[in-house]
């Protein structure tokens, strides 16, 4: 949610400045090397321009990219794998980067989806002048439907995708992007009640209604029926807090609650999204043990955690890089099943426990 301070050349995955090649990577056995393609959006709903970083199955051999402190297994432009693939979008958290959760997407990937990672204009670690404002809440679920649109209609990939098995996975603000896509209908009184009633409250969304800077609106979400389902990490839930917000939303969807969250508060936002989900049997919800509100985000080279302080920080005793292989392998695994059509099965979670 905070703003996260970190090294321009790190991100510039969707101009590939600053980036160096080294030796080719092997791949294990069963795994698609990850390919990756620039993807331009213009979202017609919101009049913006913006980026996707889309990467997708591979049978070209990757190499290790650096950019920056950063490595990554990457095929540039390289040749999409046989198959229809399933597309998955992943929305990044206010102020975030569309390379915050490449963990989970290398891993869709290797497992055969194709994965878009937008970053939100005027939303993001460049440019976070929207961060709380109700043009943010409205324009987040556009830039989704512009995202698959965009892909879509990408000469490289679009032939290459399953357009019956399209998901959302969202952090944070990205969460509540998710939701809002998939029809959940949101309404801004809900954070400046919030807020004003509690001083104790301190969403970092706050600041602007207790400023008298929050319009209440309600913001009625078009479902985008091409969603089949969501995961939300440790999403911002209040918005959604009116008994019928949640009533267009009937799609399997994951909810994982920080178990440690500081930069939101329980009851108010992933106990809000559970109490009020339509269909209780279409939710998986767990909490993650020990889990910080940036624990979702990829784990950092240990050079950088200085320059980043809380994103870069979870509570003691919390494995980032441990968590991250669990997380990553339940959202394939949940994914993978919910897609096609077997959303009834009880899913073996890793990562978190129930409720």
């Not at 930069?263 to 999204?273: A, G």
Request: net charge neutral; hydrophobic share 35%; with cysteine.
């Amino acid at each position: 949610m905070k703003n996260i301070k970190l090294f321009t050349v790190a991100f510039a995955f969707s101009v590939l400045a600053g980036c160096s090649e080294s030796t080719e990577v092997q791949k294990n056995n069963g795994e698609f090397y990850i390919g990756y393609e620039k993807v331009d959006v213009e979202s017609k709903a919101t009049g913006e321009q913006f980026s996707v970083a889309l990467i997708y199955p591979s049978d070209t051999p990757s190499k290790q990219v650096n950019f920056g402190p950063f490595k990554m297994e990457l095929s540039i432009g390289g040749k999409v794998a046989e198959g229809k693939f399933p597309l998955v979008v992943i929305s990044h958290g206010s102020g975030g980067t569309n390379l915050g959760h490449r963990s989970i997407a290398f891993a869709l990937v290797k497992s055969g989806f194709v994965v878009g990672m937008p970053l939100h204009p005027k939303n993001n670690y460049i440019n976070n002048q929207f961060a709380g404002t109700v043009s943010n809440w409205k324009n987040r679920p556009q830039h989704i439907s512009a995202s698959i649109d965009a892909i879509l209609s990408s000469r490289n990939v679009s032939e290459s995708i399953n357009a019956q098995k399209i998901a959302v996975v969202g952090h944070s603000t990205g969460g509540y992007t998710a939701l809002a896509v998939a029809g959940g209908k949101a309404d801004t009184s809900h954070i400046v009640d919030l807020c004003l009633s509690n001083s104790q409250i301190n969403e970092p969304f706050c600041g602007l209604a207790r400023e008298n800077k929050t319009e209440k609106v309600k913001i009625e979400n078009l479902r985008d029926e091409r969603i089949k389902a969501i995961v939300m990490m440790a999403p911002v839930g209040i918005l959604f807090n009116s008994a019928d917000s949640l009533n267009k939303v009937d799609i399997p969807a994951l909810l994982l609650r920080a178990e440690r969250d500081t930069e939101l508060t329980e009851p108010y936002q992933s106990e809000v999204i559970a109490k009020n989900y339509r269909n209780p049997k279409l939710l998986t919800y767990c909490t993650v043990p020990n889990a910080g509100h940036y624990s979702f985000i990829t784990p950092f080279p240990e050079a950088m955690k200085n320059e980043l302080g809380v994103v870069g920080e979870d509570p003691d005793g919390f494995d980032r890089r441990a968590f991250h292989e669990t997380l990553s392998s339940d959202i394939v695994n949940f994914l993978d099943q919910t897609l096609n059509s077997e959303h009834n099965k009880k899913l073996q979670l890793t990562s978190c426990l129930d409720g």
